[in-house]
């Protein structure tokens, strides 16, 4: 909103604030990039901050935008009228980013666009425009914009750096937009100091005030300028001192409103009327509201008193003097009244095509139940989902449901819209909603609905009880939608297994057999991918290993043929597939495709699941390094989407990187505390490498027998050959689990057969055997790994095999085995094993380099330096690297110009050919 009637040099104080705003705006002169909200409480002095930094600002485009509380149900609003001087640029776009932004904007149709997608193409959209002229957004009332646009604004800011480009924010303080704008500078605003308090009330007053009374104003207001200045000009000087006197306080707060509505009060009929229309048709458009005061009997002429009592201005739309004054004439009309004027707004923004506007109007109009309006309201709901707009169709939908009558078609509309707020990542909105469902009286699909919801919820929250008992909560839902909903019933049977290796062996109520037996039955419920799904996870859980490879392999061969849309929708249950074939190969390969489809539809949340999994695959087959980019990718996206990055953090990635260990155990207990039992026996996996790496053979032994007597899936899998190495060297060979878990690894091997297992078979057996049938077996693991192309891993062969030659005196022959491992563990970035190779060197008489040449420069790079790097040096173009960090490609060519820099080179061929970025 916009002070009236203050002139602009009555801007008092705020000198840093301006200097900062100044600079902002300065630097977006100069080709860097910025956002910061200014926070603060009404009347502070927001509106008059965001005027005086856009002033007479020279070289620079000024493109502004208020939030109307009547389009916060209408997705991406704001961000149209904020794209609209730009539309000529849309075509010069990325094909996805122009078509995710016509498809928001609702001039195109099609599969409704993620977020994320909208906003990298508002990203590219304003680099575009912004180099052709500076650009300065100001968004004024944000906490009254439409949650979409106010996601994808926070999305940009948290992206500029080397764009033209400042963006500004007003907003008052509000949850919604604390949580949405999470990683955006923050500018809060308090009141006045007490000087500039007093010179301001006394500017404001036709008579001086008494000093020591205008200091008491002043504190008791909290500096609030707006609320000194109306303090001034409501009241004369004696009224000031009557008031002072009096026991009650200074007339602030809901005493400011009813001052406004004094002065509402003293205003002739219609002009009280045609505020009272303008209050209720909060987007301020003149067309409508003179229309609609037009058919209520009001006159023409009537907006001029409000004018001319500074409580509104007419332009290009209508503004209120304060939230305040609005507040107070829509709160003051009775009820009656309110939903008559809504309801003509209601027929004026139909005719004048306006159909979102309408249907607010529409409700706002109704009074108790009405199915009719319930039913506009869900069409609306159902258009804004087509365009993308998740949050505003939970919102449209829990409206649609307050005017529906009680029964089916209300819980319908609650479990849509609570399925809609969780799309949006609006968990606890979500639950609120579910809340509202009888269960007991809901029909058997709305109740299985219900518990899918809720078990999925529980994950995003991390309740451990909720992630404990989700497996048997989902079977519940599947048990609901049998005979009546068959896709359904396997998509809730797919995300049971999912959730079951997530909670692990600490699951309630539900077995693993008895999941198993549970997905079995699930198979032929319907044909399709989710039916090949559910019997190559019910043959991984039921049948033996040689019956069950078969059906897996088929499972994960569906994988490989879906279309992009497919692997979207079908989970992650192929990881725990194909690392039970010991197919890493096939099961990267997947997590890669999964993350280019995400990153490619803006999908977010998927891409970050997914690099995630792969950095615990690459743990998994030993690849620290890789584990260790896919976690700054994970955390570069947190960034992106407001998270706080440095939260990031992975506990076997901790272990493998050389963290102390009672720190990794520390962490793993909160996990285990939250849960996510998974994610506990993986960092609890990472310690058992840790202390192999270390010579702890004892300690991994110990650590590892209770978790193998555990056999849970794939899981134990691969703590096996970690068994065997601990129980050999620490004397515990001949021991029934180490032999019984070689030969499981030979099974493994003989059955799948890939390159990967039989090198870990090979490795096992190399360490019980005897001297002299050892050697052919270390040589055979190496040739393996070799194949497998798994550096840590085929270090690890290299290091055992190096060791025996040493034991046996071979040290010419054991320093080429170190040396080789040596290197695999500096380029798979495992410290701890690397120094068990240096040791092992050392025992032999060679002296070690501990870096290899030009590494301690790569090192000053930072991790989004080093990324962009990496990419370069692979081949990628600047708006290929910006599509896949979320970042416009200008940003791309300022961090390749610090990397050259600091590299010593001058093009992307040096980049490649001297720092081949791992």
Not at 11 to 31: F, Q
Not at 145 to 162: C, H, K
Not at 258 to 285: F, H, I, M, N, Q
Not at 473 to 497: C, I, K, M, S, W
Request: net charge negative.
């Amino acid at each position: 909103m916009v002070s009236i009637d203050t002139p602009p040099s009555a801007l008092l104080g705020r000198a840093g604030e301006r200097e900062r705003l100044a600079d902002l705006v300065g630097s977006a002169r100069n080709g860097r990039g910025a956002a910061l909200l200014i926070r603060g409480e009404p009347g502070i002095g927001k509106t008059a901050l965001l005027d005086e930094a856009v002033r007479e600002v020279a070289g620079v485009r000024v493109v502004r935008a208020d939030g109307f509380e009547a389009e916060q149900a209408m997705p991406y609003a704001a961000l149209q009228r904020l794209g609209a001087p730009f539309t000529e640029l849309v075509g010069v776009l990325p094909p996805r980013q122009a078509a995710a932004l016509r498809i928001a904007a609702g001039v195109d149709d099609g599969p409704p666009p993620d977020r994320y997608l909208v906003g990298l193409g508002m990203l590219s959209l304003l680099a575009a425009a912004a180099e052709r002229h500076p650009l300065v957004y100001v968004i004024d009332d944000a906490h009254l914009v439409d949650p979409e646009s106010l996601e994808v604004l926070a999305f940009v800011g948290r992206r500029l750096e080397a764009e033209s480009v400042a963006l500004l924010l007003g907003a008052r303080p509000d949850a919604r937009v604390d949580v949405a704008a999470a990683g955006v500078a923050v500018l809060e605003l308090g009141g006045l100091d007490g000087p500039t308090s007093v010179q301001l009330l006394n500017r404001s007053a036709v008579e001086p005030v008494d000093p020591f009374l205008a200091t008491r104003f002043a504190e008791e207001t909290g500096g609030n300028p707006l609320a000194l200045i109306d303090l001034a000009r409501e009241f004369t000087a004696q009224q000031l001192t009557d008031s002072s006197l009096a026991l009650g306080p200074v007339p602030i707060g809901l005493r400011l409103e009813s001052t406004y509505l004094r002065a509402v009060d003293a205003l002739p009929a219609d002009t009280r009327r045609w505020l009272g229309v303008a209050a209720a048709e909060s987007t301020g458009r003149p067309a409508i509201i003179d229309e609609a005061a037009h058919r209520l009997g009001v006159a023409t002429d009537a907006a001029g008193a409000a004018e001319r009592a500074g409580l509104a201005s007419v332009r290009e739309r209508v503004r209120f003097r304060h939230p305040l004054v609005r507040a107070a004439v829509y709160n003051a009309m009775p009820v009656g009244e309110r939903r008559e004027v809504h309801a003509v707004l209601r027929e004026v923004a139909d005719e004048q095509g306006r159909p979102d506007l309408a249907v607010w109007h529409a409700a706002a109009a109704t009074s108790g139940v009405d199915d009719a309006v319930a039913d506009r309201m869900e069409r609306a709901a159902d258009a804004a989902g087509g365009r993308g707009g998740t949050a505003s169709r939970a919102r449209l939908l829990a409206g649609a449901a307050d005017l529906t009558t009680p029964g089916p078609a209300r819980d319908a509309r609650l479990i849509a819209a609570a399925e809609a707020a969780a799309a949006a990542g609006a968990a606890q909105l979500a639950l609120e909603l579910l809340d509202r469902i009888d269960a007991g009286a809901a029909d058997p699909v709305t109740e299985g609905r219900l518990l899918m919801l809720r078990a999925m919820l529980a994950l995003f929250v991390a309740d451990p009880d909720g992630v404990r008992g989700g497996p048997a909560t989902l079977l519940h839902a599947a048990e609901l939608f049998h005979g009546r909903a068959p896709d359904l019933e396997q998509r809730a049977l797919v995300r049971a297994f999912e959730v079951e290796l997530t909670a692990e062996w600490a699951v309630t109520d539900a077995t693993l057999p008895e999941l198993g037996r549970r997905l079995a039955a699930g198979v032929d419920v319907a044909d399709g991918p989710r039916s090949v799904a559910l019997r190559g996870i019910a043959a991984h859980i039921l049948l033996p290993y040689d019956q069950a490879v078969p059906p897996m392999r088929a499972a994960v061969e569906m994988l490989r043929r879906a279309d992009d849309a497919q692997l979207l929708d079908l989970g992650y249950f192929g990881v725990a597939l194909t690392m039970g074939l010991w197919d890493e190969r096939t099961c990267i390969e997947l997590l890669e495709r999964t993350a280019s489809v995400a990153r490619e539809a803006g999908n977010l949340r998927v891409l970050d699941t997914t690099l995630w999994l792969l950095g615990e695959v690459e743990l998994v087959r030993g690849d620290a390094a890789a584990a260790g980019r896919h976690i700054d990718g994970v955390r570069e996206l947190r960034r992106a989407i407001g998270y706080d990055a440095e939260q990031v953090v992975n506990a076997s990635y901790l272990a493998w990187a050389g963290a102390p260990t009672e720190v990794v155990e520390q962490l793993a207990v909160g996990i285990l505390a939250s849960g996510f039992v998974g994610a506990h026996t993986i960092a609890m996996s990472g310690l058992c490498t840790r202390d192999l790496a270390d010579g702890r053979y004892a300690a991994a032994y110990e650590r590892l027998l209770p978790m193998v007597a555990r056999d849970f899936l794939q899981v134990t899998y691969q703590q096996l050959p970690d068994l065997v190495e601990a129980g050999v060297r620490s004397g515990h060979g001949g021991d029934p689990p180490v032999r019984s878990a070689a030969a499981r690894l030979a099974e493994f091997a003989e059955v799948s057969g890939t390159p990967w297992i039989r090198g870990v078979s090979a490795r096992a057996a190399a360490l019980l055997a005897s001297d002299d049938d050892a050697e052919p077996l270390y040589r055979e693991a190496i040739e393996h790994y070799v194949e497998a192309g798994a550096a840590a891993e085929l270090g690890r062969a290299h290091l055992v095999y190096g060791e025996w030659l040493r034991r046996l005196k071979r040290r010419r022959d054991a320093r080429d085995q170190l040396r080789l491992a040596l290197e695999s563990f500096e380029r798979a970035g495992a410290p701890a094993f690397a120094a068990r190779a240096r040791r092992e060197l050392e025992a032999t008489g060679e002296h070690v380099v501990a870096h290899a040449p030009g590494e301690a420069a790569v090192d000053t790079l930072t991790p989004q330096e080093a990324t962009v790097a990496r990419l370069a040096s692979s081949g990628r173009t600047n708006a290929e690297i910006g599509a896949e960090l979320f970042i416009s490609a200008n940003t791309v060519d300022y961090h390749l110009r610090k990397v050259f820099r600091k590299l010593g080179i001058t093009s992307r061929r040096q980049l490649a050919e001297r720092y081949p970025l791992r």
